[in-house]
């Protein structure tokens, strides 16, 4: 079974910087492409970002393009989201999980808040 655990949330304002990681288990991961969404109060799960297995191609939503930068560290098995010039509107609950197709559990997913 395929274990999610993300961390790196937290209160920022707006123009800061936050990392979130994402460490996987029970699986083998180096052969999944991952990508990270988020989920704001009231709104449906959107997608933020996402990589290629082999770390080669990156990918974003157009609302965080030049702002976020996700990565992967296969060896340890860990990917992470660099998160540049926080927006009020990025605030929301973050999730990783295999991207497009995501496996059948989802982590508890931090919390990122930016205050005006």
């Known amino acids: 079974q395929v274990q999610l655990v993300e961390s790196g949330g937290g209160l920022v304002q707006a123009g800061g910087a936050l990392r979130l990681s994402c460490v996987a288990s029970?699986?083998?991961?180096?052969?999944?492409?991952m990508g990270w969404v988020r989920q704001a109060p009231g709104k449906e799960r959107e997608f933020v970002a996402g990589v290629t297995w082999d770390g080669d191609s990156t990918y974003y939503a157009d609302s965080v393009e030049g702002r976020f930068a996700i990565s992967r560290d296969s060896a340890k098995n860990t990917v992470y989201l660099q998160m540049n010039s926080l927006k009020v509107e990025d605030t929301a609950v973050y999730y990783c999980?295999?991207?497009?197709?995501?496996?059948?559990?989802w982590g508890k997913g931090p919390q990122v808040t930016v205050s005006s």
């Open positions: 999980n295999s991207h497009p197709a995501p496996f059948d559990v």
């Open positions: 029970g699986r083998t991961f180096r052969v999944y492409a």
